[in-house]
């Protein structure tokens, strides 16, 4: 089992930028799909960028393309999430996931999840 703990949300005004942190309690995944979600107030939580840790082309949600960059240091075991051009609509927890099983975009797959950042975005 990893125990995984986000960092780095807070309040920002729109426009403006953070980076979320997931530190995890294992050093290295050599083979794993690492995940942000997201979940609104009301809404359902759903899926902002993922990664392989083999290697691949990063996933991202159509909402936060060309805004939003995932990446992870494997040797410190800590994922990213750096979110530019914050708008109001990207108001909402944000949890970082892992999972250890193929596909990658399996949502439903993700087993461990870490604690959940508050991000605000004021407009």
């Known amino acids: 089992q990893v125990q995984l703990v986000e960092s780095g949300g807070g309040s920002v005004q729109a426009g403006g930028s953070l980076r979320l942190s997931c530190a995890a309690s294992?050093?290295?995944?050599?083979?794993?799909?690492l995940a942000w979600f997201r979940q609104a107030p009301g809404l359902e939580r759903e899926a902002v960028a993922s990664?392989?840790?083999?290697?691949?082309?990063?996933y991202y949600d159509d909402s936060v393309k060309g805004r939003f960059t995932i990446s992870h240091d494997n040797p410190k075991g800590t994922l990213y999430l750096q979110m530019n051009s914050l708008r109001s609509e990207d108001t909402a927890i944000y949890y970082c996931?892992?999972?250890?099983?193929?596909?990658?975009?399996?949502?439903?797959?993700?087993?461990?999840w870490g604690q959940g950042t508050q991000v605000t975005v004021s407009s």
């Open positions: 996931a892992a999972k250890f099983t193929f596909g990658c975009d399996n949502w439903h797959d993700y087993n461990e």
């Open positions: 294992r050093r290295t995944y050599s083979r794993a799909c």
């Open positions: 990664l392989y840790t083999g290697g691949g082309t990063p």
